[in-house]
């Protein structure tokens, strides 16, 4: 078979050396997920504004697909926190602009962002994902959880909050206290403090009563799948529906269906609408992906290849849209459960898959009397950990121009909602690196007495020549800073009326790009309008190379010399 | 007065020492461009899609501003070639779309502009600017002036053609070839002829014939305003008007009028439509306007003052708003001539408005049989010198992903429009640059033999420990490159089984953001895991000030060694 096939393939390469061992290991973890995922599929069903058995659904042929075509051993392919709330967010959107139903925006939605990650993985497009810088994803996914925990406010106040941003559910929050549903809030808040006792406290406790550190970590993961039970059966026993509280109610059984997004007459708005979002999902999903995936690789030296998570992501997505589902991404906290509980190949994801089957197959008909409040503890749990508030401070002390961009993601997320605080990180980022890198550091230099050294002359004492200036670039240069070099050497030259050479100290410059050498011919050319000549110094090789490839030397009527001391010696002796 | 407003109104600093001598010489200077700029404003005027005298209009009222505000002692401000043509397509558009004239919508986008421009001189955002990359611009402007000579086609042909791009254009040209009025042929191709040699051969002529340079430099500079008229006098005295041929007719006398781009019902649909042409007119203005002017202020060891250049060219657009005018820049060819003319001051720019204002008030009638077909080839002229074909083979030559941009930028403008050309080139700059920027040189690096010098073991015969991978990041460490970083690091440790310590030789990288720290920190972690030690080494003073800010040092387990040679001295004796 072709190599080229394998690298495409991964299940190729494993399935082939697949051991019982292997196996046996695969299935642990994959029961153990499995019992994670039932709650937390359902969960995140709701929140994208869709029925529970979506969520399994979302869990089944996204997983075999990812198996096929990921090149992560661990990652766990299935709905995620803030996926859902973009996706909540789009379909509703485009569902009210269209009059499309949400379900069929939601799978248009996963359609096209699987779509556009099989495009991006095919076409090598991964580094787009760069455009997200850290304080951008920090600030967007500190505030998703917080919007979410805030979305989740209805159901576990038993009161009907509709928006899309934190003004407008808090806004609407007074108006409704009156109809608060008290044996709802009983129930969401002992779950919310039951898994919040357990995710904190589970585990020591567990291991102090001689249990070992695995099945403690197991057990205290798994109290989710406990609050589901207890919760079921006191809903049920006390017949809580009938009494005012909302539980999920009726969930269809069986194997997911087979959808496809039709091509209706509101198809090609609906489509037009859902771009934008869905390119944002598949590099926020994206990105979130590659980070568990690599950390999970590399704690066993192994790697993941971007390229491949874009394919395997698009194909699961596509999956996702072609059995009843929504976008789905890998998700972190399921593919840390599924690394320690020691899955081995993507097989594991295989066996999540059948292990989820079996559910929507039998186990539908016990969740009629499940609580939505319970969900929605898990829900409030899970995603808090996400908000890192800490962040601010941390950068705030690093790099005020990163704070920025934090604050207007997390801001605008907020306030006006995910794709718009998105796309202003992004642009904000793009600006902000265009502002720092638009001042790149020059420094005027002079000779440290008595060496072949020459340093900045506002740090250090050091000789200048009167008619020469020295200027050490400490960039490369390219369209960001090429027009500010200009800038700067035209003031030196103006503020230095006796100068008649500028030698520039290229040490630091890693590459010229075609705009630079733009600028740096147009400073040649003016520096010799006013009776100065330009000199190079200290050229890197690949930059000479370039260098060479045009006719800049040609034309340059000063020299490039090996050091900058050699330029000093030789211009002072004219 | 404080020192403040003396930078925000440059006039107060020059018309203070202004002498009798700078009078004289600004006075000749704006004769010349006096005379240079009436058939070239009329001919703008029309390539915007206005009537004539809008071209006279916009070069008074922005000139007297500009000399108020701007930096540049010989920029000459007025309607350009490239910002006419994007006059044209933007209003055409934005009238077409909302019902608002073309005039008005002109109005507008004159007001938008100038706005814009004077909110990022205000707020110092000039860097914005940056975005235009060199190949962009010069795609960009050639292929403008391309497009801008088909456009004129259908005055040297006398037949009506319309359209905003190239395949449109000339896809119209075979139904009209039958209708071409063959009296405006010959017309337009001897007008051409005479231009064009003009243009090449007259300064050379005058100059063997024993006048001066300087006078003959005018001359040919001149020859335009010749080639008026005598065209008015033979189509005046043949009634070529009354035979077909298509001429200006009647331009009202007088100064301009004051007009105010009216809110009526249609404005906020007409504002944003033209919002995001105005920022591109904008940027393209700047860029147009700061080259030239940086150019010619270098010669005489003179600065501009970029920020100072915003708020001129925004006070100037906004004048041209109020006093019927549209979009108007610092031109390339009118400011050169100013300042071969001899302009010393901006008192230039208030003469030359004044010259144009008698012009409009008494030159006005004996415009009315200038044919449309010599102003057409006044302009073709102008702007072919613009193309610049030659930039293909230099930009490829010297760097591919260079090239990508300008032919994108090239074709898309041609074939698309001015605006979708603009922004393709834009995105695809930045594209490139992250694309670029995500795959920073990173060398493994050894011990040159008996040396305290690493270098790149794929370019010289080192020494390197099988404990021990040195690696030399060339780039600063930044967004775009952060996770290019982990994926390297990982791939080098996955496969260098041996490894137990990393060092990253960091004397190329000039700065760290907070991006690229998480990705340190997300490396330190794994290697950590994997039972890896991440060590740095020559880590600059500023990027070490700002690492101790976070607690990157308190959580690095491995140290930061003052040379590359210590790190490996130290850790091969473990």
Known sequence: MPPRLHAWLPILTWSRRYTAQQAAADGVAAAVVTLMLIPQSLAYALLAGLPPQAGLYASMAPLLLYAVFGSSNTLAVGPAAVTSLMTAAAAGAAAAHTGAGHAVAAL????????????????????????LSHPVVSGFVSASGLLIAAS????????????????????????????????????????????????????????????????ADIA???????ALVLSIALAAGLDLADAGMKVVGAVPSGLPPLTWPSWSAEAPALVQALLMPALLISLVGFVESVSVGQSLAAKRRERIDPDAELRGLGASNIGAALTGGFPVTG???????????????????????????????????????????????????????????????????????????????????????VEAGLMAGV????????????????????????????????????????????LRVD????????????????????????????????????????????????????????????????????????????????????????????????????
């Open 331 to 417: 998700g972190f906290s399921r593919s840390v459960v599924n690394y320690d509980a020691g899955a081995r190949t993507p097989a594991a994801g295989i066996f999540t898959a059948l292990g989820l089957a079996l559910a929507a197959l039998f186990l539908t008909p016990w969740l009629f009397h499940l609580p939505q409040a319970t969900l929605a503890a898990t829900i409030v749990v899970a995603v808090l950990s996400l908000v890192d508030l800490g962040a601010f401070t941390r950068t705030w002390r690093y790099s005020r121009t990163d704070f920025v961009a934090l604050a207007l993601t997390f801001g605008l997320t907020l306030a006006v909602g």
């Open 108 to 131: 248009w939605l996963a359609l096209l962002s699987g779509g556009l990650m099989l495009l991006m993985g095919v076409a090598r497009l991964g580094f787009v994902a760069h455009f």
């Open 475 to 574: 960039e490369s240069l390219y369209f960001a800073n090429a027009r500010y070099l200009e800038d700067h050497v035209a003031a030196q030259v103006a503020n230095h009326p006796q100068v008649r050479h500028v030698v520039l100290q290229c040490s630091a410059v890693n590459d010229i790009d075609a705009s630079a050498l733009e600028s740096l011919e147009a400073i040649a050319e003016r520096l010799h309008d006013a009776g100065v000549t330009l000199h190079l110094s200290e050229v890197k090789g690949p930059v000479m190379d370039r260098l060479k490839r045009s006719d800049f030397l040609d034309h340059l009527c000063g020299q490039v010399f090996l050091t900058h001391h050699q330029a000093i010696t030789s211009l002072s002796a004219e």
């Open 152 to 215: 989740q406010l209805k159901h576990l106040l038993g009161i009907p909050l509709k928006g899309d941003t934190l003004p407008a559910l808090l806004a609407q929050l007074p108006g409704h206290l009156g109809a608060v549903h008290w044996p709802t809030v009983a129930m969401g808040a002992v779950v919310l403090a039951a898994l919040w006792a357990a995710r904190r406290h589970l585990k020591p406790l567990l291991q102090r009563w001689g249990v070992s550190p695995f099945v």
């Open 427 to 470: 642009g904000s980022s793009l600006l902000l690196w265009l502002y720092r890198s638009s001042r790149p550091h020059i420094a005027t230099v002079g000779q440290v007495p008595g060496t072949e050294h020459y340093r900045n002359v506002l740090r250090h004492s050091v000789l200048t020549h009167p008619k020469i200036l020295g």
């Open 220 to 226: 205290s993961k798994a109290a989710p799948v406990l």
